[in-house]
């Protein structure tokens, strides 16, 4: 190494390097840059010249905030005729003391446009109204058909057990007085036999009877059980005869009875 080379590891090239702390002239430039341009923002907006809707939204805004001078003509005429500053319209005063207020239109809507949304979601309204109530009608009878046709099962199932009951008892009372033969085939239950002959004739004679459904049976079973064995299949009793029936028994029905 020569002598006009300076060691870097000595003192005096050590002495020549400025102390600075790592990251403060980085933070100190940003920090002066951000007032710099802020600088800048406020001058542009002071120089900025004001666009004509500024303007003209600043002069409109000003001439709302004051008073009408006595110089107008129209203020001149309100004066001859009684009028005073800060006194309400009309002939005792009671009408409007300030003045009605600006809307300025802002979008390119034409007129009458508002009036026709409002009238379309309106109408829009009316519609769904109209679909909701249409569907919970809907429902609604649906529902009361689902309920209609539970019900109306139920009823047949108590029908056809009244009726089987009848019968089963119509055999056993007829069976105490000695009769073989019911008076109607259905009278009694039926019983499977083997014999085809008798099958036959069963089927002839139901054919025959086709007519009449479970509840016209019942009706008729109940009516002859009550007026030859004074029994009624919803009492379960048999009385000592017609008076006592008529006078203990509720009625010939399951509804007079429940």
């Not at 709302?64 to 800060?86: T, V």
């Not at 009823?155 to 089963?168: C, H, M, V």
């Not at 009877?209 to 064995?229: A, C, M, P, W």
């Amino acid at each position: 190494m020569s002598d006009e080379e300076e060691d870097y590891m000595s003192d005096a090239f050590l002495n020549k390097i400025q102390d600075v702390k790592p990251g403060v002239s980085m933070v100190r430039r940003v920090k002066e840059a951000i007032k710099k341009e802020e600088k800048i923002k406020e001058k542009n907006i002071q120089n900025r010249q004001k666009s004509y809707k500024e303007q003209e939204k600043e002069s409109r805004e000003a001439a709302l905030q004051s008073s009408i001078s006595n110089e107008n003509k129209g203020f001149a005429l309100l004066k001859k005729m009684g009028y005073k500053a800060g006194q309400g319209l009309g002939k005792e005063g009671a009408g409007r003391v300030d003045p009605i207020p600006l809307t300025i239109k802002a979008d390119r809507g034409g007129i009458g446009l508002e009036e026709l949304k409002k009238r379309k979601a309106e109408e829009e309204l009316h519609h769904y109204r109209q679909k909701v109530r249409a569907k919970q009608q809907n429902e609604a009878k649906s529902l009361e058909d689902f309920r209609s046709r539970v019900r109306t099962e139920r009823e047949e199932r108590k029908i056809e057990g009244d009726l089987r009951r009848s019968q089963r008892s119509c055999e056993q009372l007829d069976s105490q007085k000695g009769i073989t033969v019911p008076r109607e085939p259905w009278y009694w239950p039926k019983v499977d036999e083997d014999n085809e002959e008798d099958s036959a004739e069963e089927e002839d004679e139901e054919e025959e009877i086709t007519e009449l459904n479970s509840f016209d049976k019942l009706q008729i079973l109940t009516s002859y059980l009550r007026g030859v064995h004074f029994y009624c299949i919803w009492c379960g009793t048999t009385y000592n005869d017609e008076e006592d029936l008529s006078s203990n028994c509720p009625g010939d029905t399951a509804a007079d009875h429940e």
